[in-house]
């Protein structure tokens, strides 16, 4: 697995069972191999995706997109892996983005998540967002994350509401989604650190 780096200072954080970290282009096939081999699981879920998205050219544009927004403060999109398993047999086993951050007044971003299908109900994605969102407030010191779910998507309600993010509304048509404009209900969570 190579996750070196020439110029970057990458967050790499431990959890219990995952290491947490971000890609680079050349780490094209780890990230291809996860939206591939979850495309089925992922559908109903994400926006649709044409053949495109799922090629190593586009794997690598994002790679590198995503990295030049880590650099420039706009964005962290984690990768997970599992660290009971060895450097050559690894795969990701799941992601956490946390995009559109905005600083100035506002201090906040939106997070975006999913879990391979082989890896889910195990508690996995829990272990990971916790981490992952102590790192957002901790060390970016963001004072609002946002994350919003389709209603039917009970599981990613339950999980974001164990992890302490409140409800604040539903959104009408808010995104499209596999193929479709899709009611989404919004929620947040705030910075413990950061006292008003």
Known sequence: MGLGTSNLCLPKITT???LLTLLQHYDYQLLLDYYQQNRAHLSPWEPQRDSEYFTEFSMRKRLQASNDLFVH???VHFVAF???????????IGVCNFTNIVRGPFQACHLGYSIAERYQGQGLMREILEAAIDYMFEQRELHRIMANYIPE???SGKLLS???FEKEGLAKDYLSIAGR???HIL???LNP???P
């Open 187 to 189: 929620t947040s969570k």
């Open 162 to 164: 164990s992890l302490g």
């Open 181 to 183: 404009w899709q009611d």
């Open 153 to 155: 998507n009970r599981r």
């Open 82 to 92: 599992s660290i009971n398993e060895t450097a050559e047999s690894s795969q990701i």
């Open 193 to 195: 650190l950061i006292i």
């Open 73 to 75: 403060g706009g964005a």
């Open 16 to 18: 219990k069972r995952c």
